[in-house]
């Protein structure tokens, strides 16, 4: 177990998901259960994955959240994009966003591909095997 505030990619998250909060009060009232809330989860999404994956027992199940993250920094990424088309979004907010956007799902790339899960052998779960000290190692480089 490792403590995600500690990831890098997280703090960034998180960051991003204040600033969407902050930003979409501005949206109108009829977007509340729309458009808002979708904005809204997807961006709280990545950073609650990131924590999820670090509390999992297994570099296995790490890699699987940080996959469902990465998912939901692409659903944000498309999520703004309609905002904008929509002119819910002024054009300068949502280049200020996308680039947060874009940026942190290159840092999941990257995190994903260093975090590749052991492959399975036949009825072997290799995954429950693997040592949490490579998350560490993990961790001091993000």
């Known amino acids: 177990m490792k403590d995600f505030k500690d990831l890098r990619v997280w703090t960034k998250a998180h960051e991003l998901t204040l600033g969407?909060?902050?930003?979409?009060?501005?949206?109108?009232a009829d977007e509340r259960y729309?458009?808002?809330s979708q904005i809204?989860?997807?961006a709280s999404s990545i950073g609650a994955n990131l924590a999820e994956?670090?509390?999992?027992?297994?570099d296995g199940e790490f890699h699987r959240f940080l996959q469902?993250?990465?998912?939901?920094a692409s659903e944000l990424e498309y999520h703004l994009l309609?905002?904008?088309d929509l002119g819910i979004l002024e054009p300068a907010d949502?280049?200020?966003?996308?680039a947060q956007v874009i940026a942190l799902e290159r840092m999941l790339t990257r995190l994903v591909q260093s975090v590749r899960p052991p492959p399975k052998a036949d009825g072997?779960?290799?995954e429950e095997r693997t040592q949490p000290q490579h998350r560490k190692e993990l961790i001091a480089r993000s």
């Open 124 to 126: 072997d779960d290799a």
């Open 40 to 42: 809204r989860r997807a």
């Open 68 to 72: 469902i993250a990465r998912g939901s």
């Open 34 to 36: 729309g458009l808002t």
């Open 53 to 58: 994956g670090c509390g999992r027992r297994s």
């Open 82 to 84: 309609l905002a904008r």
């Open 20 to 28: 969407i909060y902050r930003m979409s009060r501005a949206f109108p």
């Open 94 to 98: 949502f280049e200020g966003l996308q």
